[in-house]
């Protein structure tokens, strides 16, 4: 047996030399940091399950990109002050073994000046190497590249200097469109973009948009401009300027002969910035100063040259090896903070959570398996009650992958997936829904990441236990919008014991209150709802109202408050995200899929892509009365300039499902 284990190990091992893709086991490896320290990975270890994951970042140390997010405060505190700090191993170093110091000095000074706690977990956690990090990493970062991004400008007159070619640092996605692996990018970023060129115009630039309305109407070019001439205003003023009002394609900066490259848009929302949905407009980058570049222009007629972005890959990236010695991948990097580092090792470090949390005993009901495309229907059997009444917390554990072997191979957009139930029937209750449209008797929902393939959550279902306990059939329907790329969603139900405040209760009755089925619009029409009239039980002790709540189209980016009376109380859910360009980034180590091919980050209403939706829960037991008839209403509001107002988005969509559960002593007969 020792000797079969002993076979299979090695025969893995070597196989992984060969071809490396996510799950695998990453073979042995050794790493030596600039402190003098060792750390050496090994499939031998008979301890792996205890191992610390580890997230490796290896730099080309010559490319903007990578350059920007080692060297730019902003983004190195980014890293640093992610919040919870993951107890994750960090190894950085250059893909070539050339010298770290650089980088390794600019993050220990700024760590220097930050609190003790941050201090200490660093000191721990992050390590720099000194050398090349040996065959295994190399032929990892080999297969799983990050990108080196050029511009490319050409002559359109005969007998001018020859081509150049020189590194670029694109503008903040989403300030600016980007040609990469994004959601909004026109092609594949290994393809020069345009494919044929374009023309670029050197222009002198302006900061009075009054100025450039009367000036060049740039439709159809590029516009070039030379930051070495000393401008009173922004980059981005200037961008928002050439783009916004003159109708350039894009914008190209080069910046001043002394200065280091810029971020363009570092600290912008997309509301703010110059890409205006149209996935070949609203470019911006920006080059350092040049030379043949500025001779180019000056001896071509109207300062007019062909300009290419031209994209390659390059070794290195991000690498992450989970505790049991497993590859992961750890998303895009679409944007040149560090900050992509700390989430990647947030993320992994919650899965090493969630495993750990699988492995507690409890009772498995598998719902949906391999389940694909926009429909599924299950009809499954139900323990007895007697059984599941000998545990007192209820959860729905999902998974959402797609088709083949690697994030680019899923789909790039958020969609929503909505699962409902309905017990003690054997007969589909699936509706022909559009994904504006929730079932009144949903249980879950999940969306969508952007190109990201690790979706893995536990949602708390302990509500409806009541539903659960009298049936013998349950119908589980799935309702899905998919745009290309087939996603794979698993569902399973697990009932176990743990200490909470509902320990001592037992749901016994549900009642459904407010739902999007009709009123889903978010404008003038959609607080036109009934009161409800709902009876208790009399032997009622604990109520509970469970919602799901999500915003749509134009009240995505837009707060929302949600209103629950009940008689004489009232309960609000009101969601402030959409105001914080981090809202989703912020929720990586509770389960949100990091760095995702898309402004994964930014909050949203309710929701973000990439996660399950949490339920609302409420205790609302103060308010019900068990003698006589409960009332019941709901009123919605959103968040315009301060101000809670009456919905008014005729493009805005709210997705709602809602209940009230009543709930029992365990001890009384129910």
């Not at 470019?283 to 031209?310: E, W």
């Not at 992450?320 to 998303?331: F, T």
Request: hydrophobic content about 35%; proline content about 6%.
């Amino acid at each position: 047996f020792c000797l079969f284990c002993l076979c299979v190990c090695f025969a893995e091992n070597e196989e992984l030399y060969t071809s490396f893709l996510p799950g695998q086991l990453v073979p042995d490896f050794t790493l030596n940091f600039t402190d003098g320290s060792q750390y050496t990975h090994s499939l031998r270890n008979n301890q792996s399950m205890e191992r610390i994951p580890v997230a490796i970042f290896t730099i080309n140390a010559t490319d903007p990109f990578s350059y920007f997010m080692l060297t730019n405060p902003e983004s190195i505190q980014s890293f640093l002050t992610v919040d919870p700090l993951p107890k994750v191993h960090v190894f950085i170093g250059t893909n070539d073994g050339t010298n770290v110091e650089p980088f390794s000095a600019a993050i220990w000074r700024i760590l220097s000046a930050m609190p003790q706690h941050i201090r200490t977990h660093w000191t721990q956690y992050l390590r720099f190497i000194s050398a090349e990090v040996g065959d295994t990493v190399t032929s990892i970062m080999s297969q799983w590249p990050t990108l080196s991004r050029s511009l490319t400008v050409s002559p359109l007159t005969e007998g001018s200097p020859s081509i150049v070619t020189i590194p670029r640092l694109d503008g903040h996605f989403q300030f600016c469109n980007i040609v990469e692996w994004s959601n909004h990018s026109p092609q594949p970023p290994t393809r020069p973009y345009p494919p044929n060129g374009a023309k670029m115009l050197k222009v002198n630039g302006t900061c009075s948009a009054s100025a450039a309305a009367t000036s060049t109407n740039l439709k159809g070019y590029w516009a070039f401009i030379d930051l070495e001439v000393g401008f009173p205003c922004s980059v981005e003023d200037l961008a928002k300027n050439a783009v916004l009002i003159q109708n350039a394609t894009g914008v190209v900066f080069m910046a001043s002969r002394m200065d280091s490259l810029k971020l363009i848009g570092q600290n912008a929302f997309e509301q703010s910035g110059i890409w205006n949905g149209d996935d070949n407009q609203g470019f911006c980058s920006m080059v350092s100063y040049s030379d043949a570049l500025k001779n180019m222009f000056s001896v071509n007629r109207n300062s007019v040259v062909n300009v290419t972005l031209t994209t390659s890959p390059q070794p290195g990236g991000i690498v992450l090896v989970d505790s049991s010695g497993r590859l992961r991948e750890a998303g895009a990097l679409l944007n040149p903070s560090l900050s992509i580092l700390g989430y990647a090792a947030q993320e992994v470090e919650y899965h090493e959570r969630l495993n750990k949390n699988l492995t507690e005993p409890a009772l498995v009901i598998p719902v949906f398996y391999n389940a694909i495309g926009e429909s599924a229907s299950e009809n499954i059997s139900i323990p007895s009650k007697a059984i599941l009444q000998q545990f007192n917390y209820l959860e729905i554990e999902a998974t959402m992958t797609c088709r083949g072997m690697t994030d680019l191979d899923c789909d790039k957009w958020d969609h929503v997936h909505s699962v409902s139930m309905v017990c003690g029937t054997k007969t589909s209750n699936q509706q022909t829904l559009s994904e504006a449209n929730v079932s009144p008797h949903e249980v879950a929902r999940y969306i969508t990441p952007y190109r990201r393939r690790v979706g893995h959550w536990l949602t708390p279902a302990t509500l409806l236990f009541n539903q659960l306990d009298e049936a013998s059939y349950c119908v589980f329907d799935l309702v899905a919008t998919d745009n290309g790329s087939p996603w794979v969603f698993e569902m399973n139900l697990r009932a176990r014991n743990v200490e909470n405040e509902m320990q001592s209760l037992r749901p016994i009755s549900q009642q459904l209150l407010f739902n999007s089925t009709v009123f889903k619009t978010f404008d003038s029409t959609y607080n036109t709802r009934p009161t409800l009239h709902v009876e208790a039980p009399t032997n009622m002790v604990g109520a509970y109202l469970r919602a799901l709540i999500t915003g749509h189209g134009t009240m995505e980016f837009t707060p929302s408050r949600h209103v629950f009376e009940i008689n004489n109380g009232q309960y609000n859910v009101t969601f402030m995200d959409p105001l914080d360009q981090n809202g989703c980034a912020k929720k990586v180590s509770l389960g949100v899929e990091a760095n995702g091919h898309g402004a994964f980050e930014f909050g949203r209403d309710g929701w973000c892509n990439g996660f399950h939706v949490p339920p609302v829960e409420i205790d609302v037991a103060n308010h019900i009365d068990r003698n006589q008839t409960n009332l019941i209403r709901y009123h919605a509001y959103e968040y315009v300039n301060g101000e809670w107002v009456e919905p008014q988005e005729t493009g805005g969509e709210m997705r709602l499902s809602s209940s009230i559960v009543f709930l029992v002593n365990k001890t009384t007969p129910v």
